[in-house]
C-alpha cells in the first residue's frame, strides 16, 4: 500500500507530464498554421510546373532523344524509394504510417524479384528503415539542422537523387511523403518521380498544340526536368512538415487528454487512501476508548 | 480584344492569377511582349523584369530566372524568384553577383564556366537596370 506522500508526489508528476504535452500541442499548432500556409502556398507552382511538363513531354513523346529524366532508363530493374519522414517523434503514427507504406512497396518490388533502394531524408524513417532493411539504404539526408524549409533544401536532395540517377544507380524512383489533408487527417502518398507520370486529364486538353522552343526543346527540358525533380520534392517536404505539425498536435492534443484522466484516477485514489485512513484511526481509537 | 489569362508562380507563393491586357517579359533569346492569342510557346527566362500590363498600368515585377508557358489556355511564369520591383532588395542581388563570381572562380570547365559567366553579365545588366 503507497503512503499518501507517494500518491501524491504520482499526481504531481502526471501534472507536469500534462503541462508538457500541452505546451507542445500549443507549439505545434502555432507552427501547424505557419507549415500549412507555406504547403499550401507551393502548390500552384508544383501543380503548374506538372502541367507545363505535361505539355511540354506530350508534345515531344516519342523522340529518340529525349532526355532519359523524362523518358527513363526503359528498364524497371532497380527501384529507388525516396522516403521522407520527420526528424522528430512524439507526433503519433506520423512516420510509422510512411514507413509501412515504403515498406510494404518495398515487400511488393522484392517479390517481383525487382531491386530496392532507400534514400531517407529525415532521421526517424531511417531508424525504422534500418531494422528492415540494413544493407539497402544508399542515403540519409537529415534536415535536422534546418529550421525553414527553402527550396534550397529540396535541390540539394534532387541533385543527389539525379546524381545516383546518372551513375545507372536505379531506373525509377518513388517519393513517400504525408500528404496534408487536415489536421486529423494526414494521408501517406507515394508518387512515381522519375521518370515523372503526368496527370492524363491535365495534359490532354492541350495535346496537339505545336510549341514554339527558345531556346531548344532539349535544352528546356534540360532544365526544367531537374527542376521538376527539386519542385516535387520542395512540396513533398512541405506537405511532410505541415502534416508532422498536424500529427503531432493530436498526439500530444490525445496526451493531455490521457493526462487528465489518469490525474482525475490518481486524485479519486488518493482522497480514498486518505479517507480509508482517517475512518481507520477513529476506529482504533473508539474501539481503544471502548476497551477502558 | 480578349483578355490574357496570366498565373504568375514561384515556388513559395502565386504572385498573380488573373486577366491582364499583355505581358512583357525578358526571355533567355531576347525580351517579347506577350499579347492574348500568342502562339504556343515555352522559353526559359534570364534575370529581368517582367512587366504585366492591365487596365493601362504597368506592374513591374524583377525574376531571378524561371520559365514562361504559353498554352491556348494562357500564360504562365514559373519564376525561380520573383518579388515586386518596388520591394527588391538590391543587397541580395548583390549577393547573387558575388555569388556568381565566385562560382565561375571554382568553375571546372569552360562550358560552365560560359554559362556562369553569361548569367553574371545578365546580373549586371538587371542590377544596372534597376539602378537606373
Known amino acids: 500500500m503507497p503512503s499518501l506522500k507517494d500518491l501524491r508526489n504520482r499526481i504531481a508528476a502526471t501534472k507536469a507530464t500534462q503541462k508538457i504535452t500541452r505546451a507542445m500541442q500549443m507549439v505545434a499548432a502555432s507552427k501547424l498554421r505557419r507549415a500549412q500556409a507555406a504547403a499550401e502556398a507551393a502548390r500552384p507552382y508544383a501543380s503548374h510546373m506538372d502541367s507545363v511538363l505535361g505539355n511540354i513531354a506530350a508534345s515531344v513523346a516519342g523522340h529518340e532523344n529525349a532526355p532519359r529524366l523524362l523518358r527513363g532508363t526503359g528498364g524497371d ?58 544493407t539497402q539504404i544508399v542515403e540519409l539526408v537529415d534536415l535536422r539542422a534546418v529550421r525553414v524549409l527553402r527550396f534550397e533544401n529540396a535541390q540539394m536532395i534532387a541533385e543527389k537523387v539525379i546524381a545516383l540517377f546518372d551513375k545507372h544507380q536505379f531506373d525509377i524512383c518513388h517519393l513517400f511523403y504525408s500528404r496534408f489533408r487536415s489536421v486529423i487527417a494526414q494521408i501517406p502518398t507515394v508518387q512515381q518521380i522519375i521518370p515523372p507520370v503526368f496527370d492524363a486529364k491535365a495534359t490532354d486538353a492541350l495535346a496537339g498544340a505545336a510549341y514554339e522552343f527558345e531556346p531548344e526543346a532539349e535544352d528546356i527540358l534540360h532544365e526544367l526536368l531537374p527542376r521538376n525533380v527539386a519542385v516535387q520534392i520542395f512540396r513533398a517536404l512541405l506537405e511532410n512538415s505541415a502534416s508532422f505539425y498536424g500529427a ?45 | 480584344m480578349a483578355a490574357l489569362h496570366f498565373e504568375f508562380v514561384s515556388p513559395e507563393t502565386v504572385l498573380f492569377s488573373g486577366e491582364v491586357d499583355q505581358v512583357d517579359l525578358p ?11 500568342h502562339a504556343p510557346m515555352v522559353t526559359s527566362l534570364r534575370p529581368g523584369i517582367v512587366t504585366i500590363i492591365r487596365e493601362g498600368r504597368r506592374e513591374p515585377v524583377v525574376v531571378i530566372g524561371g520559365f514562361a508557358e ?5 500564360l504562365t511564369i514559373l519564376a525561380d524568384r520573383a518579388v515586386a520591383r518596388d520591394d527588391f532588395d538590391m543587397a541580395t542581388l548583390a549577393n547573387d553577383i558575388k555569388d556568381t563570381e565566385e562560382d565561375i572562380a571554382d568553375a571546372k570547365d569552360d562550358a560552365q564556366r560560359d554559362k556562369l559567366t553569361r548569367h553574371l553579365e545578365q546580373l549586371m545588366t538587371l542590377q544596372a537596370a534597376l539602378a537606373a
Open chain 2, 27 to 37: 526571355g533567355s533569346e531576347g525580351d517579347m511582349g506577350i499579347l492574348p492569342g
Open chain 1, 248 to 292: 503531432q498536435m493530436s498526439a500530444m492534443d490525445n496526451a493531455t487528454r490521457n493526462a487528465g484522466d489518469m490525474i482525475r484516477r490518481q486524485t479519486l485514489f488518493y482522497n480514498r487512501t486518505r479517507q480509508a485512513m482517517i475512518t481507520k484511526e477513529l476506529i482504533e481509537i473508539i474501539s481503544g476508548a471502548e476497551a477502558l
Open chain 2, 70 to 74: 504559353m498554352s491556348p489556355s494562357g
Open chain 1, 77 to 134: 530493374q532497380t527501384h529507388l524509394l525516396l522516403v521522407c519522414t520527420a526528424e522528430r517523434g512524439l507526433c503519433g503514427p506520423f512516420n510509422s504510417a510512411i514507413v509501412r507504406l515504403a515498406r510494404e512497396r518495398a515487400l511488393a518490388l522484392a517479390n517481383q524479384g525487382k531491386s530496392v533502394k532507400f534514400f531517407c531524408v529525415g532521421r526517424k524513417g531511417y531508424d525504422q528503415l534500418r531494422r528492415t532493411f540494413p
